[in-house]
């Protein structure tokens, strides 16, 4: 323990977990194109998979609540005449998705109401695109959404373009031109400026409505593809890549600088390429490897990452996607959720949980996340406007209402419980006047003492009369175990010799029984009322010493006399026993009583 610190975190403890076979989603076709993309994306009610699929491309769409095996004969999204390489789903519209595709075309689609993929109809009827977008004169790699405008796609391609379209025109507003090919690119929250990285290993920063790149830098050096992703309402971006010698590193980044904060994170030296995932609400990254089954989680805190732990798995993902924050389940203290591909046949769900007992709403780990409505319209934004999107109250959620709105810059007020149970203790340290009250009391005086003394002794005189009368004794009244009892249950009684042999040394056995007792209780009582009266303010330090001294001398002859008492009482039960030798019972249980009175003097 020496040295080791645990940082405190709420979510330190947070694990993944699998799902059963039969809970996922099962007897799929998923696309082997090998062009770098996540192959799936996922909203809170659907799951979007780029289908393998002959005659044009296609992908489909799974409603969440149909898991189990999908039929081998499903309704379609078709409309592309070459593979579908990525899709997204509009972040404030649950049924529309755009996808991308290699015949350079960007299309827009609707999913009908009340989808399902169990049909009765032999040839389930394929869905149509609502809206196609021609301007690309290449294949389209990656398609996203703006996270705080309303209808705003941006599509990268081939042709070294990345063009922004207002949907709701079907026209592209903006085209930012790049030297290399896009690998990868990721919105801020606002929706103001777009991060890109590309074949040329560099990183740029655009500022999108003036079609610019506000900052060019380095990135990763290594040959492979790199991935970033920004880090929400954070002024910060991540990135993840290969270095020279081929090991995936991680970076965190600020916009306008040329190095990474913190320099470049060695991960592992595995080949596949490293998917970034952002949780803006919990402030985590996640990251998924290709090729490989294992999940890593960290938190942002104090401009780094912190390591958090590591979903593994023997299964492999080849592609993966993260549902939106406002889909997790809460009652189960869900925090993230996780979709990933199997085998290219199956997607299994993974859930991140932070576990805990409690069986309320737990406002700690849910704080508001962004909603279902945008921040400005598509005009507003094209126009120069800016605003984040209201966030919603995830309590609501967990009660079953609809989701109540705060606004988009409200901080939970996290700091206010924790100092109250740091003030209730406070008040609870007043049970201190305890020991002043135990300490009022004072010790019996020396007269009392006296008394007392003096009352059990002379319950041991003894009395010729009532020796002599044998037939008034109630020595043979007295039971056993009240024998055996305390010496304050033996006081009510009043044992007495019954025979003349008994009766000579019995007065000096009782008068033995003062001493001892009188010795040690006067000796304490005076140790303690001394200094009691020192510190009550006497007239000097040295006479409340000499007084000290006096009482220890006093003690020390008191304890040497009781030695000599407690040996000369010794040889006189001795010398008893001696005497009656074979005597009766009477006699015998007489001795025993006298030897546990010795006994409890020694004690």
Not at 166 to 175: E, I, R
């Amino acid at each position: 323990m020496s040295g080791r610190f645990v940082r405190a975190s709420k979510y330190r403890h947070v694990f993944g977990k699998s799902t059963r076979k039969e809970f996922c989603y099962d007897n799929l076709r998923i696309s082997r194109n090998a062009w770098d993309t996540n192959l799936v994306k996922a909203n809170p009610e659907y799951l979007s998979v780029n289908w393998e699929a002959s005659g044009g491309g296609a992908f489909a769409v799974i409603p969440l609540g149909e898991k189990g095996k999908v039929p081998d004969v499903i309704p379609l999204f078709r409309g592309h005449t070459a593979t579908v390489l990525d899709t997204d789903w509009n972040p404030f519209n649950d049924r529309l998705i755009a996808s991308a595709s290699e015949d350079g075309k960007v299309m827009i689609w609707e999913v009908p109401q009340g989808f399902t993929l169990f049909t009765d109809a032999e040839e389930p009827t394929d869905v149509s695109p609502v809206a196609k977008f021609v301007g690309h004169s290449r294949k389209v790699g990656q398609v996203l959404f703006n996270p705080a405008a309303e209808n705003i796609l941006a599509s990268a391609s081939g042709d070294l373009t990345i063009k922004l379209w207002d949907v709701g025109v079907g026209s592209a507003a903006l085209t930012l031109k790049h030297p290399d090919i896009v690998q990868s690119l990721s919105w801020n929250a606002s929706g103001t400026m777009l991060v890109t990285t590309s074949r040329d290993k560099k990183l740029r920063v655009w500022d999108v409505r003036q079609e610019r790149p506000a900052h060019e830098g380095p990135g990763h050096e290594g040959a492979k593809n790199s991935r970033t992703v920004w880090l929400g309402e954070q002024n910060r971006f991540a990135t993840t890549g290969f270095s020279r010698m081929s090991d995936r590193q991680l970076a965190l980044w600020e916009p306008g600088n040329n190095t990474p904060i913190g320099g470049f994170t060695i991960l592992d030296s595995i080949s596949g390429v490293c998917m970034p995932f952002w949780d803006d609400s919990c402030h985590c990254l996640y990251l998924a490897g290709k090729g490989d089954g294992n999940i890593r989680y960290f938190e942002y805190a104090n401009d780094k990452f912190e390591f958090l732990s590591e979903y593994k798995s023997v299964e492999p993902q080849r592609g993966i996607a993260f549902v939106p924050k406002r889909g997790v389940n809460v009652h189960e203290n869900e925090v993230m959720r996780a979709y990933k591909t199997v085998n290219d046949a199956y997607i299994e769900p993974i859930s991140f949980t932070v576990p805990r007992r409690a069986e309320t709403f737990q406002s700690d780990i849910y704080p508001p996340t962004s909603g279902s409505k945008p921040g400005v319209s598509a005009s507003d934004w094209l126009a120069g406007e800016t605003g984040l999107p209201p966030k919603i109250d995830f309590e609501s959620i967990y009660e079953g209402n609809a989701p109540v709105e705060v606004p988009a810059d409200y901080k939970p007020p996290a700091p206010t419980p924790a100092p109250a149970p740091v003030s209730k203790p406070a008040p609870k340290k007043e049970p201190e006047p305890e020991p002043a009250q135990a300490a009022a009391r004072s010790p019996p005086t020396m007269k009392e003492q006296n008394r007392s003394m003096a009352a059990i002794a002379s319950k041991y005189d003894d009395d010729e009369a009532e020796g002599e009368d044998d037939e008034t004794s109630s020595f043979e009244e007295i039971s056993k175990p009240t024998q055996r009892s305390a010496l304050p249950t033996r006081s009510e009684q009043k044992p007495v010799s019954p025979t003349k042999t008994t009766s000579a040394p019995l007065p000096k056995a009782a008068s033995t029984l003062k001493s001892p007792t009188y010795a040690f209780t006067p000796a304490v009582a005076g140790s303690t009322s001394v200094p009691s009266g020192s510190s009550a303010g006497g007239p000097g330090v040295a006479s409340s010493l000499e007084q000290i001294k006096q009482m220890l001398e006093m003690q020390t002859n008191m304890i040497s006399a009781q030695g000599q008492q407690i040996s000369h009482l010794t040889s006189e039960v001795d010398s008893l026993k001696k005497r009656v030798g074979s005597g009766s019972q009477d006699q015998s249980e007489r001795i025993r009583q006298l030897e546990l009175e010795l006994e409890e003097m020694r004690s």
